[in-house]
Structures are given as C-alpha cells and as structure tokens.
C-alpha cells in the first residue's frame, strides 16, 4: 500500500526559509508526477509545486515561483520542496501527492494518494 511521509515543517520567521521532504513507499510504477499541495485553515487546498517523476519538469503556483523549488531523488522515492523568502501568507499545512493519469499537475482531483500533512507557520 502506498504511503506517503512529509517532514520539514515547522515555524519560521518571515523571510526565512523551510525545506519540506515526502518520501513514498510502495510507490505505484504508474506514478506520472508527485506534488505538494497545501491548505490554510477555512482555506481549499491548493496547488503548490509538482514534478514529473520520469522526466522532472516542473510547474509551480504563482504565488511561489522564484521562491519554492521542488526536486526529486528517484533513489530514494523522495521529493523536496525548498521554500525560501517565507512570508505569512505561507502558513498552512503542506502535503504531498501523487499522480497516476497524465492530467494538470495542477488539479487536486488528479492525485490519489496523499500524505497527512505538515505543519509551515511564518511569523511575522
């Protein structure tokens, strides 16, 4: 059965940075992109960042890009998603995913297996 595990999180000072791990076990062959998504409390998760897990193109939010970098390490199932220039507005819990179908990285509907999430908080 897949599972996905999420570190990293923690509190942070505006204008610093976290750097957030998910490793899979079990992780399915049909696997076509792992992401991190996050939500905000009386907030819809939303897209933060995903990689295509054969080829690693990326794409990334808006409210992140230049900021956020996600990478993978095909070895070790893992992925990471480097968070630098926090700001507030960041706080959330973060999760990753992944993906089996070749759809929008984007979409939340596209990922089916999902991780319970850790906890970023920016302080200002």
């Known amino acids: 059965q897949t599972q996905l595990v999420e570190s990293g999180g923690g509190s942070v000072q505006a204008g610093g940075s976290l750097k957030l791990s998910c490793k899979a076990t079990?992780?399915?062959?049909?696997?076509?992109?792992m992401g991190w998504f996050r939500q905000a409390p009386g907030k819809e998760r939303e897209f933060v960042a995903a990689i295509i897990w054969s080829g690693g193109a990326t794409d990334y939010a808006d409210s992140v890009k230049g900021r956020f970098t996600i990478s993978r390490d095909i070895i070790m199932n893992t992925i990471f998603l480097q968070m630098n220039a926090l700001n507030p507005e960041d706080t959330a819990v973060y999760y990753c995913?992944?993906?089996?179908?070749?759809?929008?990285?984007?979409?939340?509907?596209?990922?089916?297996?999902w991780g319970q999430g850790t906890q970023v908080t920016v302080f200002s």
């Open positions: 079990a992780r399915p062959l049909s696997t076509y992109a």
């Open positions: 995913a992944i993906s089996t179908t070749r759809g929008p990285m984007g979409r939340v509907s596209e990922y089916k297996h």
